[in-house]
């Protein structure tokens, strides 16, 4: 994203109005490909972003009216989670459009992260041991912080995010697409795969998974963590009202998942980071119950997790790991239109060991269905 000067000056010019616009002093930081807006009088920064093609005007508002409700539920309980709240435009819309795209401002939320395709901090590096244990304590806080995420159910279920994912077309069709164009084969693993969907689609219609709220995206890039202990969490597209395993387990491979690297293991997941994010995720599920203002949904929540079943556990996993594919898949087709370089070709080979990776763990995935082994049914859910 390329952006002149002249072009940021208009872009600017869509959230302050002209007076307001010769008071401030523009400057912007490039972080990978999107930028930082600085008020300079105020102190405050601000993302600037250009949304995706895909994006409607419809979802981008539905997810300002929820930042706003998180929003308000962390002033009422003074927490200190971080939002990217959507600024509002001088037409008060949360968006605008420039060069026939839409472009969104977001307060920026601070804080160190990892790459979740190769768990590597984004900040400075120590020694490994020390490093290990800083992740192990990501973890445990990045649980805690889905689970508070899902006792908000009560109080936002106002919200217009009633629409459940299509699971067909989210993952088994663009998962067909995308491995076309590669060296993968699903030949294995396909038919698995629509076992899942099948099954999600009859629980579904059945209602017989219980929905909250979930982000739908949740990896250690996602979520933040300053020095001071603040949290943050970025990236809501794909929040919704869903099944909480779901978001559970999707959020677990991303943190624990031992399929980096092409590097596998029969649980599937790395023993430390899964037990630390999973203690984290249901030490705050547990200690919710405690408070009148969430008791309802805390308990809720909980019963949900006892009536689950193996099926749904390994159904849930298979999406979630197919849905990580299928971003691996992606990013490898956007890195094929970069020019040639070493960190070019450095990525795509860890892109590729990833999705090797993901095919096994699939493979293996589907072992454990025939076998009836479990995931994280040997978590304490009471």
Not at 151 to 163: D, E, F
Not at 179 to 190: G, K, M, Q, V
Not at 233 to 260: E, V
């Amino acid at each position: 994203m390329t952006i002149a000067k002249h072009g940021l000056d208009t872009i600017c010019g869509a959230y302050f109005s002209k007076s307001d616009l010769k008071k401030l002093k523009i400057k912007t930081i490039k972080e990978d490909e999107r930028y930082l807006v600085q008020n300079s009088d105020a102190g405050s920064v601000f993302m600037l972003g250009c949304e995706e093609i895909s994006r409607k005007k419809s979802s981008i508002e539905q997810e300002h009216d929820l930042l706003q409700t998180l929003h308000g539920k962390n002033k009422e309980k003074q927490d200190q989670l971080s939002l990217p709240l959507l600024q509002h435009s001088k037409n008060d819309e949360p968006w605008f459009l420039f060069q026939e795209r839409l472009w969104t401002m977001r307060c920026y939320v601070p804080g160190s992260f990892f790459d979740w395709r190769s768990v590597v901090s984004k900040t400075a590096e120590a020694e490994e041991a020390k490093k290990n244990d800083r992740y192990n304590s990501f973890c445990q806080r990045a649980g805690k912080e889905l689970a508070r995420l899902h006792n908000y159910s009560i109080g936002v279920g106002a919200l217009n995010l009633s629409l459940r994912v299509d699971y067909r077309e989210a993952c088994l069709n663009r998962l067909v697409v995308q491995s076309a164009n590669s060296s993968i084969s699903l030949s294995r693993i396909e038919r698995f795969i629509e076992t899942a969907v099948r099954y999600q689609e009859s629980q579904s219609r059945e209602k017989k998974l219980p929905a909250v709220l979930i982000h739908g995206d949740f990896h250690p890039g996602n979520f933040r963590l300053t020095e001071q202990g603040t949290a943050g969490i970025i990236d809501w597209d794909f929040s919704r009202f869903d099944s909480p395993l779901f978001d559970l387990l999707y959020a677990l491979f991303m943190f624990a998942g031992c399929f980096r690297l092409g590097k596998i293991s029969e649980s599937l997941l790395d023993k430390n980071y899964s037990a630390a994010f999973l203690g984290g995720y249901f030490s705050a599920i547990n200690a919710d119950i405690n408070s009148n203002s969430s008791a309802d949904s805390s308990a809720d929540i909980r019963q949900s997790y006892r009536q689950y079943q193996k099926e749904d556990e390994i159904a849930f996993a298979a999406l979630a790991l197919a849905l990580i594919l299928i971003f691996e898949l992606e990013f490898e087709s956007k890195l094929e239109n970069k020019l040639e370089s070493k960190k070019k070709k450095f990525e795509l080979a860890q892109s590729k060991k990833n999705q090797d990776g993901l095919v096994k763990s699939l493979e293996l995935l589907a072992l454990k269905q025939e076998r009836g082994d479990s995931l994280i049914r040997a978590y304490d859910f009471s």
